[in-house]
Nanobody, 113 residues
Framework: QTQLVESGGGLVQAGGSLRLSCVTT????????MAWYCQTPGEQRESVAA???????TYDNSVKGRFTISRDIDKNTVYLQMNNLKPEDTAVYYC???????WGQGTQVTVSS
């Protein structure tokens, strides 16, 4: 049973923008801190940004000022607005409810120089 689905990745030039979306079930969305992770080949997944059920947000230093995590409660959706993208942002991005074993299929983001 699919519990969350990411979308919105693609190929973009450096300096461009993308918005990732993560749709999940209502219970998962309401009860968990939702986070975006990224992973490059051969590396571990790393946290990029997170948002709590009450809307507090945290960011990795590498994306502060460029990425914004947000959510739409009515749509059970978490977003990651990615601006001023850099080639080093290239990765597969995953949505993950913290402290669960739930992962989606990921969405590929590729930033060309």
């Amino acid at each position: 049973q699919t519990q969350l689905v990411e979308s919105g990745g693609g190929l973009v030039q450096a300096g461009g923008s993308l918005r990732l979306s993560c749709v999940t079930t209502g219970s998962i969305f309401r009860l968990n801190v939702m986070a975006w992770y990224c992973q490059t080949p051969g590396e571990q997944r790393e946290s990029v940004a997170a948002i709590t059920p009450v809307g507090s947000t945290t960011y990795d230093n590498s994306v502060k000022g460029r990425f914004t995590i947000s959510r739409d409660i009515d749509k059970n959706t978490v977003y990651l607005q990615m601006n001023n993208l850099k080639p080093e942002d290239t990765a597969v991005y995953y949505c993950h409810p913290i402290r669960t074993t739930i992962w989606g299929q990921g969405t590929q983001v590729t930033v060309s120089s």
